[in-house]
């Protein structure tokens, strides 16, 4: 099975085109938009609707109101971004489904566009609610997610609203999000690296377990990596350690010894006394840290181990920072390990989150072949996992 693309779709004139995005962006206390680039990636799937004289409907959650209406969750800023970086008006409705909402489709002309007001002020979206979606899909003739980083939820407006609308494709953001993982994960060019950081272990074990089956090179680094140092037998002190997953770093460790991987860890580490930008702080080797202070950065050696690692790396894929490098004291090792992937020969393709953040605080961002849009969904692929939003769209196509 094969997802198609709005681009397969010969014609769009006077179609309603409900385009699921993701425009979850950051904001200030004053509610201004402080990072469009989620906004900024699905401009071409828009324009190809805008161009083909298509009726826009946009659709999106921001925050977690928790299917309540919460003004402070309002996509106001979202619309006014998005009318000026297409410099043409953007409707914002009231609600995203109802009465106003049919108003407003019944009066649009092609080449209009209309954004939704925020899918989670309705308690149906993140329960998947069919009457909900079928709400959602009367509006339109063709459905189009675009929309990667929530294609791992079965939501209402991501995975139900198939069943209901008669095409359902994808858009450019989420082609060049799958294009960029099969480059990675199935045809990669080798050596295939794999760098993962992070506070914990439990939230990537499994993409340990199954990375096991495709990498050259494992790197561990951040808090995760001291859950596998202390399976090692060394004493980590007052670090952070997830003693009920202790054995199985253990056995995903002697797995890929077994099977010729090559696993990094930290061989030393930046700790302090306390958890506190202000703390006193020292860097020592993973062997040597004292009993009441805990790791919160990679040190130098480190540094150097990782990068000689990567030299030789065709393909790179990262995802979780090597320390806490919110904290100044603890962010050398993130942005350091940056500056090393951003200067290697690879194709390199970096997961959302923390890791963003910490690509474009270090200035390395167009040294970057990718950096994927969707943290979770990122990390639930790398883990094996078939994403709910991608199947649904899978099953379409063969109906295509």
Known sequence: MSIRYIDEIRDLQGKKI??????????????????????????PT?????????????????????????????????????????????????????SEVDEILAKMKPGDIVMLENLRFHPGEEKN??????????????????????????????????RFVPVAVAGFLMKKEMNYFEKSMKNPMRPLVAILGGAKVSGKIEVVENLLNKVDKIIIGGGMAFTFLKALGYNVGKSLVEEHLVDTARIAYNKAREKGIKFYLPVDCVVADQFNPTAETKVTTVQEIPQDWMALDIGPATVTLFSEAIQNAKTIVW????????????????????????NSYA???????????????????????????????????????????????EEKGTQF
């Not at 699921?20 to 990636?41: G, H, K, Q, S």
């Not at 969750?73 to 009318?83: D, E, F, G, M, T």
């Open 319 to 342: 995802n979780g920072p090597m320390g806490v490098f919110e904290m100044d004291a603890f962010s050398r090792g993130t942005f350091a390990m940056v500056s090393a992937v951003a």
């Open 18 to 43: 409900f385009i699921r995005v993701d425009f979850n962006v950051p904001l200030d206390e004053n509610l201004n938009i402080t990072d469009d680039t989620r906004i900024r990636a699905v401009l």
């Open 347 to 393: 194709l390199t393709i970096v997961g959302g989150g923390d890791t963003d953040v910490a690509v474009h605080r270090a200035g390395e961002y167009a040294k970057i072949s990718y950096i994927s849009t969707g943290g979770g969904a990122f990390l639930e692929l790398l883990e094996g996992k078939v994403l709910p939003g991608i199947k649904v769209l």
């Open 129 to 162: 609610d069919p009457d909900f979606a079928e709400a959602l899909a009367e509006q339109c003739d063709i459905y189009v997610n675009d929309a990667f980083a929530v294609s791992h939820r079965a939501h209402a407006s991501v995975e139900a609203i198939t």
């Open 46 to 98: 828009i324009n190809q609707a805008l161009d083909g004289n298509g009726i826009v409907i946009i659709a999106s959650h921001l925050g977690r109101p928790k299917g309540e209406r919460n003004m402070k969750y309002s996509l106001a800023p979202a619309a006014k971004r998005l009318s000026r970086l297409l410099d043409k008006d953007v409707l914002l409705a009231l609600d995203c489904i109802g």
